[in-house]
């Protein structure tokens, strides 16, 4: 688990994290976390995690917290010194992999924000036999969402299974190889010489449904290792989206990426966002690094929706992509 500060809002008073520890430093989930905040402990308002509101309950010297969604034992406690927030490690152990933003609110008005990650303990890669099969859509064709998946842990693209993915192209009518797999997508370099200049799509899945794809049309131009799957769902997007709509008065919506460096090449994104009550026709994209806290926007993405409510658009950034209706306006 590693935590990094981000904005804070605290109307002139210092409220910032204290000594946060430095971004990509793990954090063992099996001892408890503890993040301390400027501020004077009698003036503590409200805790927020993942911008839910924490019960405080009394005990003694400290306030124990809990209500955190689907979870009901106490979580954590604040006590003074200036603020600690203590996660207990039971609790830790329950949140799915994901960014969380740890927020707290003082009676001046005021308030510190941090974000913190979990990543659970690894799983070893699963077989081929989830590495999907064959088919094409995205340049113009509907993103259909047909193949169940039940194993969320890594897949690797090694050679065999760049190998196993064309041999299915090659059994079908498509014109365009395929991976799919309902988590993590990493594909190693050995896998970009084998795909060659013909096209992959890699899907990620949400119970059979595709809830993202990521078309690249030349293999053979990408380098090293790069991971090739992405969300539209999940603690890290809602996170996201509640980041970027706390700070903007627009309504946004949220495409997580695993890679964080730009893909080295063009690549279609096609994802299934929900979209209402935002002007499609007026859609703009932007690119977040959250290590340095700060967005791009992506000039040219050439959108467009399918019969099948799929936004398509063209990138080569990778991270977060933000989609605002209109342009990004501070609050």
Same mark, same amino acid.
Not at 166 to 190: C, F, P, Q, W, Y
């Given at each position: 688990? =590693?935590?990094?500060?981000?904005?804070?809002?605290?109307?002139? #008073?210092?409220?910032?994290?204290?000594?946060?520890?430095?971004?990509? !430093?793990?954090?063992?989930?099996?001892? @408890?976390?503890?993040?301390?905040?400027?501020?004077?402990?009698?003036?503590?308002?409200?805790?927020?995690?993942?911008?839910?509101? /924490?019960?405080?309950?009394?005990?003694? %010297?400290?306030?124990?917290?809990?209500?955190?969604?689907?979870?009901?034992? &106490?979580?954590?406690? $604040?006590?003074?010194?200036?603020?600690?927030?203590?996660?207990?490690?039971?609790?830790?152990?329950?949140?799915?992999?994901?960014?969380?933003? /740890?927020?707290?609110?003082?009676?001046?008005?005021?308030? *510190?924000?941090?974000?913190?990650?979990?990543?659970?303990?690894?799983?070893?890669? #699963?077989?081929?036999?989830?590495?999907?099969?064959?088919?094409?859509?995205?340049?113009?064709?509907?993103?259909?969402? =047909?193949?169940?998946?039940?194993?969320?842990? %890594?897949?690797? #693209?090694?050679?065999?299974?760049?190998? $196993?993915?064309?041999?299915?192209?090659?059994?079908? &009518?498509?014109?365009?190889?395929?991976?799919?797999?309902?988590?993590? +997508?990493? &594909?190693? %370099?050995?896998?970009?010489?084998?795909? *060659?200049?013909?096209?992959?799509?890699?899907?990620?899945?949400? %119970?059979? $449904?595709?809830?993202?794809?990521?078309?690249?049309?030349?293999?053979? /131009?990408?380098?090293?290792? &790069?991971?090739?799957?992405?969300?539209?769902?999940?603690?890290? !997007? @809602?996170?996201?989206?509640?980041?970027?709509?706390?700070?903007?008065?627009?309504?946004?919506?949220?495409?997580?990426?695993?890679?964080?460096?730009?893909?080295?090449?063009? #690549?279609? +994104?096609?994802?299934?966002?929900?979209?209402?009550?935002?002007?499609?026709?007026?859609?703009?994209?932007?690119?977040?690094?959250?290590?340095?806290?700060?967005?791009?926007?992506?000039?040219?993405?050439?959108?467009? +929706?399918?019969?099948?409510?799929?936004?398509?658009?063209?990138?080569?950034?990778?991270?977060?992509?933000?989609?605002?209706?209109?342009?990004? @306006?501070?609050?």
């Amino acid at each position: 688990m =590693t935590v990094t500060a981000q904005w804070t809002d605290n109307g002139g #008073v210092n409220h910032d994290p204290i000594n946060p520890p430095a971004p990509g !430093v793990p954090i063992s989930i099996g001892s @408890d976390a503890t993040f301390a905040f400027n501020g004077d402990y009698a003036d503590l308002d409200e805790i927020r995690l993942n911008n839910h509101p /924490l019960t405080q309950t009394s005990n003694g %010297a400290k306030m124990d917290l809990s209500g955190y969604p689907g979870y009901a034992p &106490v979580l954590g406690c $604040a006590e003074a010194g200036s603020v600690k927030v203590t996660l207990y490690k039971e609790f830790l152990k329950t949140l799915p992999n994901g960014v969380y933003s /740890l927020t707290v609110s003082f009676s001046d008005g005021g308030e *510190g924000e941090l974000e913190f990650e979990i990543q659970q303990p690894t799983v070893n890669p #699963v077989t081929s036999s989830s590495s999907g099969g064959s088919g094409s859509s995205g340049g113009g064709s509907s993103v259909q969402d =047909t193949i169940k998946t039940t194993v969320p842990s %890594a897949l690797v #693209v090694d050679t065999a299974k760049a190998k $196993a993915a064309l041999a299915d192209m090659a059994k079908s &009518v498509a014109n365009k190889a395929r991976i799919r797999h309902t988590g993590e +997508i990493r &594909v190693l %370099a050995e896998a970009w010489q084998v795909f *060659g200049n013909i096209p992959v799509d890699f899907d990620t899945l949400d %119970a059979g $449904a595709v809830q993202e794809r990521i078309s690249v049309p030349n293999p053979g /131009l990408m380098k090293g290792e &790069v991971m090739l799957s992405g969300y539209v769902k999940g603690n890290i !997007v @809602d996170n996201r989206k509640a980041f970027f709509e706390k700070w903007f008065k627009n309504k946004v919506q949220v495409i997580h990426f695993d890679q964080a460096e730009p893909w080295g090449q063009p #690549v279609e +994104i096609a994802a299934k966002l929900d979209l209402t009550g935002m002007d499609t026709s007026s859609l703009y994209f932007y690119s977040y690094d959250s290590k340095a806290n700060t967005y791009q926007r992506i000039e040219k993405p050439a959108y467009w +929706i399918d019969k099948n409510g799929y936004l398509h658009f063209t990138t080569e950034m990778a991270g977060a992509i933000i989609i605002s209706k209109g342009p990004l @306006d501070r609050k």
